[in-house]
């Protein structure tokens, strides 16, 4: 509430005039880079913003893209659909330190070597986005996030352009690669983040693209100049530290997601053996993998559909979890479909042996692939035994 209300007195500071009161020739613009924390799923690969002091106008803000009430249901809910609606909010720069002191976030402060007309058209142009809509946009988790548009603001209110130092050995490396450091400490989140997005991250990056992380954005500029005409000059004009990072390092979970699928395939491979054994049919065994199978087949269907967003699609993982997985529970229910159910384990067989073919060679890293082999296998299994139990 209390950023909402200082947000609001800002924007009516200068909602009587049609531009904001100009700020001063003592007046610095700042891009400020917070350390990658674990404090909610949004804040893992750091964050970025900008910050205005001035003390001729006595004030001193920071811009904050982003914002959105993580706490609703609503909005997560929303953010999965890619139909998600992020504010720019005002934030009292004593606040926001106290803030991550207390969180023990680190952060840094990079002075830029703006002109004073520079600064003056990034001051207006955050007041007016500001000023329109509650500062609302449309959010893009990789394209349009506390990176990029921070970024986005800074080129256009430079009189020259920026050139960065865009190594020709960059590797050809997609947003998947980029991200995968940041979440190997949190192998569950990872293998949620890989079923939801698509193939499309996988795409090789320009280097441009690949500045939507702050600490990605924060080095390129680092080593950045602002060329104008036949002048140039260092985007940074100074930096600091102002909190200092005090963060323990996340150490990794024991129990993973890949050897949770690995106990789970050997206790699968085992109740499956005794099934064959004693000839029986354990029939909630296959209830309970496929219809949870079915149902996350159901939701990455669904984005790549009716919810679809460029980061969604091309999602390979609806070769082996697929909603037809909840078909297939039907057939399992009544022996009258047992001639179904087998044509329904051929087709799953044949439809895990083709994702695992293109998750491996278009897929996300190999690494994380291997995390989904053995919820692949199990499944397999049970389409193995199925048809084993139909001829016999």
Not at 37 to 66: E, K, M, Q, T
Not at 371 to 392: E, N
Request: proline fraction near 5%.
């Amino acid at each position: 509430m209390k950023r909402i209300i200082l947000t609001l007195l800002v924007l009516l500071y200068v909602s009587s005039m049609h531009a904001a009161k100009p700020l001063s020739e003592e007046a610095q613009i700042s891009f400020l880079s917070g350390a990658p924390n674990s404090v909610s799923i949004f804040s893992l690969f750091g964050h970025a913003s900008i910050r205005i002091s001035d003390p001729g106008l006595n004030i001193d803000y920071i811009f904050n893209y982003g914002v959105f009430d993580r706490n609703n249901l609503e909005n997560i809910f929303q953010l999965i659909r890619g139909n998600l609606y992020c504010e720019l909010w005002v934030y009292d720069t004593e606040e926001y330190l106290a803030k991550s002191r207390q969180m023990g976030i680190g952060l840094k402060e990079y002075i830029l070597n703006f002109l004073p007309e520079e600064k003056e058209t990034l001051w207006q142009e955050l007041i007016t986005m500001g000023k329109s809509q509650s500062g609302r946009y449309h959010y893009d988790i990789l394209r349009t996030n506390c990176a990029t548009l921070p970024r986005m603001s800074i080129e256009k209110a430079l009189s020259g352009k920026i050139v960065y130092d865009d190594p020709d050995y960059l590797p050809l490396e997609g947003h998947d690669d980029l991200c995968e450091p940041y979440l190997d400490p949190y192998p569950w989140t990872q293998i949620l983040t890989y079923l939801f997005f698509g193939n499309s991250v996988s795409r090789p990056l320009s280097f441009k693209e690949t500045l939507f992380l702050p600490e990605k954005l924060e080095a390129a500029f680092k080593s950045s100049v602002i060329i104008t005409g036949s002048d140039s000059r260092p985007l940074i004009a100074s930096s600091f530290t102002l909190v200092e990072n005090t963060q323990e390092k996340v150490k990794p979970p024991r129990f993973t997601p890949s050897i949770a699928g690995w106990l789970l395939f050997a206790v699968i491979l085992l109740l499956s053996f005794i099934e064959w054994k004693k000839k029986s049919y354990f029939r909630a065994i296959d209830y309970i993998l496929f219809g949870i199978a079915g149902l996350i087949g159901i939701i990455i269907f669904l984005l790549n559909t009716v919810f679809a967003e460029w980061y969604t699609l091309f999602n390979f993982h609806l070769f082996w979890l697929h909603p037809l997985h909840i078909l297939g529970i039907v057939f399992f229910i009544y022996r009258k479909f047992n001639k179904q159910a087998y044509y329904y384990h051929l087709f799953n067989l044949l439809a895990l042996f083709a994702g695992a073919i293109l998750l491996y060679n278009f897929g996300h890293t190999v690494k994380l692939i291997a995390v989904t082999a053995p919820y692949m296998l199990l499944l397999g299994t049970r389409s193995i035994f199925g048809l084993i139990r139909y001829k016999h």
